[in-house]
């Protein structure tokens, strides 16, 4: 028999009891459990207060949602290694949290930014940096040959497998 002051909350989202105040009581997803009767379907394990995943109506903790097998196949992370559970971002073919899409050099985000690749396809860099490290360097003034500001296309000369930005070329042949 329930205490006269216990406050009646509805039935239990797990064993469809009621549920009171004096019971001990959770709100998830909408409905309101005994905290006995919020548990993960896998082991057991009570959730009150604890993250957990649902998947077809059925609750699970952390470890059994992402070590299982429960959740289908997780994708794992290129960068740091671990399980992906929330936004994938895919690049290069592999895939990233968004946090982890960082250039190799500045470590700048590169979430919705333009980017580059190694010619393995294995480090990812902001454009910036990677113009500045793999960018050829004109034989002349040995400054890298960039695209101008705006552009996304360069001109360089090549002689006998030389670089040259076309300013400096005329300049190098004057020097021979």
Sequence with gaps: MQDSSSVYFGSCGGCREAVHSSDGACRAMGQVFHSKCFTCSSCRKTLTGETFYTISGKIYCEDDF???????????????????????????????????????MCGQSLEDQPFSVDAQNKKVYCVSDYHRIKAPRCASCKMPILPTEGSTDCIRVVSLNTSFHVECFGSEVDLI
């Design 66 to 104: 992402l070590y299982s097998g429960v959740h289908p196949k997780l994708e794992k992370c290129w960068s740091c290694g671990l399980f992906i559970s929330d936004e994938v971002l895919q690049a290069c073919g592999a895939t990233f949290h968004l946090s982890c899409f960082r250039c190799v």
